[in-house]
Structure formats: C-alpha cells, structure tokens
C-alpha cells in the first residue's frame, strides 16, 4: 500500500518561510503557481475596472483575491473574484474568506490546463460560488460554468448577465476590447 502524503493546514501553510516564489495550497499539498505575465495582468485589471461599477450594490470586485474553499486544506487566489458585501464584511482581518467568492474568474493561461480549471470550477461551486467564468485571451472567448455543472460559452456580440449579482449585462467585446 502507497503511504498517504503528509497534508499540512492553511496554518501551517502561513508559517512556511517565504522563498520569493507563489505558492497555494491545493487539498492539503503546496504548490508552486506561476505569477501572471503582462497581458493576464492587464486582463485582469479591466475585468475589474468593468465589474467595479456594474456589481458596486452587490459586493466587492477584487482582483488576485485570496479565497478558502476549504477552509482547513486549500489556500487558493481568484484572479478576478466578487464577493457578496455582506460576506466581504464578515472576513476576518487576519484571515482570508472561507469558501468560495459568489464569483470566480480565472484567466485562462498555459499553467491553467482546461482540467485545472473545471477541477477549480467544481471546487469553488461546491464551495459558496454561484458562477465561475474562464476568460480565454486566444479564443476572445467567455465560459460561464454554473452550480448545476452545465456551461454556457460565450463570444462578441454577445453578452454575460450578471443579474444574479444584481448587475445588468456585460458585453464579452468590452472585455477584449
């Protein structure tokens, strides 16, 4: 029989020292994330610029946003996340939200492999997410993966709700634009 691989907390996770590198913690085991290069940055940050506005009633719009799915085994960071205003209130200052953001995107990159980010996907909805969104640059492209584990795939002209956030819509052209 194979021995079990020696899990470490999200406490004992914090106490690691700092390398210089990025690092999350995925059911218990470290592991060593790339930092995004300047077109997933910027990305990034017009996702955010557009959910700023359009979701304010609703909560907080963070980018590189530190999230507990689980709070016990997983340390993960949403690159673009919106959390309900209630919930954003009730986080600990000296910790991070448990479970999910209502809102996980992700920009999709060569270190997110499609199977990374539909494992993610389950992950976060299994866990308070109520939607989690894949931006692909290449494709010019929008998944939207719901609670119930169906998608929607999305191109301009078309447009994203976000009425389940209180929001309108937002037209996947402005996110590439």
């Known amino acids: 029989m194979a021995a079990l691989p020696d899990l470490i907390t999200v406490e ?29 940055y910027h990305l990034q940050r ?8 359009r979701l304010a009633a609703f909560g907080e ?10 709070p016990e085994f997983d340390f993960r960071v949403a690159d ?5 205003q209630a919930r954003y209130g ?15 995107i992700e920009v999709k990159s060569p270190s997110n492999t499609n199977r990374k980010l539909r494992e993610l996907a389950s992950l976060s909805l299994a866990n308070g997410g109520w939607e989690f969104w894949i931006v692909d640059i290449v494709a ?15 191109h301009a002209p078309q ?5 389940a956030f209180g929001g309108e819509e937002l037209p996947v052209a402005e996110i590439f634009g």
């Open 159 to 163: 447009t994203l709700s976000l009425a």
């Open 80 to 84: 673009v996340a919106v959390v309900a």
């Open 12 to 40: 004992q996770f914090r106490q690691m020292p700092d390398d210089g590198r990025a690092y999350e913690l995925h059911h218990g085991e470290v592991v060593e994330v790339t930092r995004p290069k300047a077109k997933h």
């Open 46 to 53: 017009r996702l955010v610029r557009l959910l700023e506005h």
């Open 140 to 154: 010019t492209s929008v998944t939207v993966v719901h609670r119930d584990g169906s998608s929607s795939h999305f």
């Open 61 to 70: 719009v963070g980018m590189e946003f530190p999230y507990r799915p689980v």
């Open 90 to 104: 009730q986080i600990d200052p000296e910790d991070n939200l448990r479970g999910a953001p209502e809102l996980v």
